[in-house]
């Protein structure tokens, strides 16, 4: 199949829609084949110091542009948006449409131009199939996807450079599995120091954090558990220097079975699983890893407070830094920010958040007391977050910047006066000036089976 003609898109933030010849954005499908309040008084020794409010003026989310009018992901599987290129640059976002599709975006830089191709239609209507991107070192796109539970962790790999108009078959990353639990949320890297050796982490048998590697991308190893005990559910970020270095960053369970759900850290380097301190837990062969041997970065014991993660990016100096939503009460939510700052883990609050997204007062079949809106760390510069919080009864996107490690914020609106909610900011790996530095979730979204929201860009 030949590739979509790219369609122009107006450079104005203001820009309400996609331009071609007339109106819209279309969409093109690419053929596959199988082979294989009141409570606790929440704060601590580095609880946020009292806030410097810079205001800007925002534009209401609906009129950014959208770099597809039908997509919605989860937050535990990334990369979902990566800025790559060689004479050309593109932005590359992955997401999950309203009737199922996987799909794939693709913004060039420069010319403003968009291309939208769906790589696996009628998958499965949950934004936990949302899928995941890793750039080859040869340029082109490898993206994985599986279902929510899924039976099968799929990637395909496409077949031009920085393009995304031809892929090849489907391909399995792992053997069929018939477990309850199943596969979800892929998260791949690759690390140059290991001649580009690539890993693949999700959520696997058991619920637990599972990895396998691939020395050429094509054969995988068998999937093994990372990390067991503490907990039923697991959820983890990863997020790799891309050299020698793997950071990991987790909770034991999910916030709803667990009061005492608190943030953990370690990282793999040179074929050892690591301390934040450099000591070593042990290797390959003593996987999987106890809670207990990890970093413990938030205690909600201590707290009282249960915590969940949001994004784990590397500071200048390689440092881990994590953002993460603590609930004093379920209709409580607090964002906060943990840095490893050389001898000690610094973790203050930045804002609350609000209560649960959606905001909604209806019977949910899928209800999550403990979604919220979410936040995302610049990983090119984790001193900024972009944070999604209710103003006047909207969810919309703003941004925050500390100079201190978190003690002090500046803040900025990035969406404002909007009709519907801007929700789970993502900024894309890599990103480059001409390109967009800021992508997230707006529209309606009742629960992660019933969803109608666009990815806009800024």
């Not at 994985?144 to 078959?169: D, L, N, Q, V």
């Not at 990863?238 to 034991?252: K, P, Q, R």
């Not at 001898?343 to 403990?370: H, K, Q």
């Amino acid at each position: 199949m030949s590739p979509k003609r790219l369609q122009p898109v107006c450079a104005a933030a203001a820009c309400v829609v996609l331009l071609s010849v007339g109106c819209g954005s279309h969409r093109t499908s690419v053929p596959d084949a199988v082979s294989g309040g009141d409570g606790p008084s929440f704060t601590d020794g580095e609880a946020a110091s009292p806030l410097v409010l810079r205001t800007e003026d925002g534009l209401a989310g609906e009129e950014y542009p959208a770099i597809t009018e039908d997509g919605a992901w989860c937050w535990f599987g990334e990369p979902r948006a990566v800025t790559a290129g060689r004479d050309t640059m593109r932005t590359f976002v992955g997401y999950v449409s309203s009737s199922g599709d996987v799909g794939i975006s693709a913004y060039e830089h420069g010319t403003g131009r968009t291309e939208d191709v769906v790589i696996k239609p009628g998958f499965q209507v949950d934004d936990h199939g949302s899928p995941s991107i890793l750039v080859r070192p040869d340029g082109k796109l490898m993206v994985f996807y599986c279902g929510h539970r899924g039976r099968w962790m799929i990637y395909r790999t496409s077949t031009h450079a920085h393009e995304i108009g031809k892929w090849g078959r489907e391909h399995a990353a792992s053997g069929h599995t018939g477990e309850a639990a199943g596969y979800t949320y892929p998260n791949p890297v690759s690390l140059g120091g290991e001649d580009d050796k690539r890993y693949l982490f999700w959520r696997g048998s058991g619920f637990l954090p599972t990895v396998a590697f691939s020395e050429t991308g094509m054969d995988w190893s068998e999937g093994v558990a990372l990390v067991q005990g503490e907990g039923d559910t697991p959820y983890m970020k990863v997020v790799s220097d891309g050299e020698s270095t793997i950071h990991f960053a987790l909770t034991n369970d999910h916030p709803k079975l667990d009061p005492e759900n608190s943030v953990f850290y370690f990282r793999y380097e040179s074929g050892t699983f690591r301390r934040v301190d450099g000591s070593i837990i042990g290797t390959w062969d003593d996987l999987p890893i106890g809670f207990e041997d990890l970093d413990l970065v938030y205690d909600a014991a201590t707290a009282g407070a249960r915590a969940w993660i949001w994004d784990i990016a590397l500071d200048s100096s390689g440092n881990p830094v994590i953002a993460y939503a603590a609930f004093p009460e379920a209709t409580d939510h607090r964002y906060r920010y943990a840095l490893w700052d050389g001898s000690a883990w610094v973790d203050s609050e930045i804002v609350g958040g609000g209560s649960r997204f959606p905001s909604i007062d209806r019977r949910l079949r899928n209800f999550e007391a403990y979604y919220s809106g979410g936040l995302a760390l610049d990983h090119s510069d984790p001193s900024t977050v972009y944070l999604s919080r209710p103003v006047h009864g909207i969810f919309e996107i703003e941004r925050w910047k500390t100079g201190d490690g978190g003690r002090t914020w500046v803040s900025s609106a990035v969406t404002k006066g909007s009709a519907s909610n801007n929700v789970r900011p993502v900024v894309p790996r890599g990103h480059t000036a001409g390109g967009p530095q800021l992508i997230w979730m707006n529209g309606p979204y009742h629960d992660y089976t019933d969803y109608g929201t666009s990815l806009r860009m800024r």
